[in-house]
């Protein structure tokens, strides 16, 4: 599975959108991206997932360059319970293993 | 969205003794279970890969006889830690996979061993 890179922490302030980047420059055709988060002692959340098109669901948008090296993470309003470990993991789908990296540790911050 | 049960949700266990959390999927089948440990300030650290009604596949490093999965039925999944030492106080956390999902996994709220 093709590796990412995400930033080690970011901050924003409350009520603002939260982007995230991830930059997955081996990514194959084959392989999703998918974002998760964790917030402090729980259990990880799946948020959102693609393969090339921009996806938006009630939690977030994910948009996905054209070469698909790299996508962002979109909270539009951040709230302070979004405070967590934010992590892009990019693989294939099927029975494939769901592998974790540092992630980014996002601060909302009122 | 998916729901993933996971219990207890912490546990003080004696050097020696075993201990066995459970993971159940509530609402959906879940074809493939993962768990991970997770030690303080670190990332999640998987396992080992479980499909219902075969036998496990650990990651390197982790010690299959220490470490006892079950996947018995399409809801259910536990792993036992046998024989437990300080060392293995860590946060345990399973997550599920459906067969109709697109590769997305739901996880467990995370079970806090401690070993004293």
């Known amino acids: 599975d093709a590796k990412t890179t995400q930033p080690t922490s970011m901050d924003c302030a409350e009520g603002r959108a939260a982007n995230l980047p991830c930059n997955h420059s081996t990514i194959s055709g084959n392989e999703y991206v998918y974002w998760y988060r964790q917030i402090h002692s729980q259990g990880p959340q799946y948020i959102i997932h693609g393969l090339k098109n921009n996806e938006t669901n009630e939690m977030a948008s994910l948009i996905i360059t054209e070469d698909r090296k790299s996508s962002t993470l979109i909270l539009p309003h951040a709230t302070l319970r979004d405070t967590a470990v934010y992590y892009c993991i990019v693989s294939r789908t099927g029975g494939f293993k769901t592998i974790f990296g540092a992630g980014t540790r996002l601060f909302v911050k009122a | 969205g998916a729901v993933v049960s996971q219990h207890p949700s912490w546990v003080i266990c004696k050097s020696g003794t075993s201990v066995k959390i459970e993971c159940r999927s509530l609402d959906f089948q879940a074809t493939t279970m993962f768990w991970y440990r997770q030690f303080p300030k670190q990332s999640l650290m998987l396992m080992a890969t479980?499909?219902?009604?075969?036998?496990?596949?650990?990651e390197q490093g982790v010690e299959k006889d220490k470490f006892l999965i079950n996947h018995a039925s399409l809801t259910l999944s536990t792993l036992t830690v046998t024989s437990a030492h300080p060392e293995d106080s860590s946060f345990y956390i399973c997550?599920?996979?459906?067969?109709?999902?697109?590769?997305?996994?739901?996880f467990g709220q995370g079970t806090r061993l401690t070993v004293v």
């Open positions: 997550s599920a996979r459906g067969s109709q999902s697109t590769g997305e996994a739901f």
């Open positions: 479980s499909n219902e009604g075969s036998k496990a596949t650990y």
